[in-house]
């Protein structure tokens, strides 16, 4: 799988987002609406995390140096698991806490029809950022299903964006139908439980990217398909087998690899050297992000000795 950084499809969730808190928050000032506070402070939330995205792939690209030997491809992981922080915070336990606190002491609504077109505005220009994030997505999902997706990209940027979106557009609708019941029966209790319903929903979305972020924030090897492509590149030409390997990934496009490897005994120096080279080499033609390749030469000495 790609590890494209899916730098479009942030960009225009960065310019959706920005566009839609302002005219969220001149809603809420003009309506009163929980729902449309909630919804402000949710694309707030959503417009700095793009900015967060953006500049850890900005900060991903920095040279190795002596004190970071392996670079600082991770920068990318740990902007995206505080954007999931910031998400759950900002937004979740705000929108749960005005939406209950509304429903505790609910405040009639003002000119409701404002929030509705600005509601219904704000849920095209999501759909129009959405709808990128699911086409530069599709470029490097290949055959796995969207939830797949989601727990196995090593890009954390798509993932990220695209949950936000899928958030922000099913919040708009409960936002929309807080507003619009209270609207209709005159009760504004449902525009806080419709504020209590996107902290539910925001919470949710957040704790999902928290788990998966903090996995590749700590280090997560390839996948059994990628692992496997390895591994049968090295077991060709005179490599006999693969004894032992570990991969692990210092950013979604480079994938360290170290492994010991059954060599035949009669080998000269020369040939060992030569038969490393061109196992990784091979590696490399299948698997490009193993830019990292260590590989220790050995003798199979069968299973007791393996163990």
């Known amino acids: 799988m790609s590890a494209g950084g899916g730098t479009k499809a942030i960009l225009a969730a960065l310019a959706a987002n920005a566009g839609i808190a302002v005219a969220k928050f001149g809603g809420f000032l003009f309506t009163g609406s929980s729902s449309m506070l909630a919804e402000a402070v949710h694309s707030v939330a959503d417009t700095s995390n793009q900015g967060l995205l953006l500049l850890g792939q900005k900060t991903s690209q920095r040279k190795p140096t002596p004190e970071h030997p392996f670079g600082y491809g991770r920068d990318r992981y740990f902007y995206s698991f505080v954007v999931a922080l910031l998400l759950f915070s900002l937004g979740s336990v705000f929108a749960l806490y005005e939406g209950i606190h509304k429903i505790q002491h609910p405040e009639p609504l003002h000119s409701a029809w404002v929030a509705v077109v600005i509601l219904l505005i704000a849920i095209g220009l999501e759909t129009f950022s959405f709808i990128t994030a699911i086409r530069e997505s599709k470029v490097i999902k290949g055959e796995l299903t969207w939830w797949q997706f989601i727990r196995q990209a090593k890009t954390p940027e798509l993932p990220v964006v695209l949950l936000e979106d899928f958030g922000a557009l099913i919040g708009l609708v409960l936002a929309l139908g807080g507003v619009g019941l209270t609207a209709l029966t005159g009760d504004p209790v449902w ?14 979305i957040a704790i999902v990217l928290i788990v998966e972020t903090k996995s590749l924030l700590i280090g997560e090897g390839a996948t059994r398909d990628v692992l496997d492509e390895i591994v049968g590149q090295l077991e060709s030409e005179r490599v006999e087998k693969v004894i032992h390997i570990r991969t692990q990934y210092l950013g979604p496009d480079e994938l360290l690899i170290a492994a010991k490897i059954g060599l035949a005994p009669s080998l000269s120096v020369a ?13 490399r033609a ?22």
């Open 191 to 204: 525009d806080g439980i419709g504020t209590a319903c996107i902290g539910v929903l925001l919470g949710a």
């Open 271 to 283: 040939e060992v050297a030569a038969e490393i080279d061109g196992a990784e080499a091979r590696v």
């Open 286 to 307: 299948k698997v490009p992000a193993a830019r990292l390749i260590y590989l220790e030469p050995d003798l199979e000495r069968g299973r007791a000795a393996t163990a």
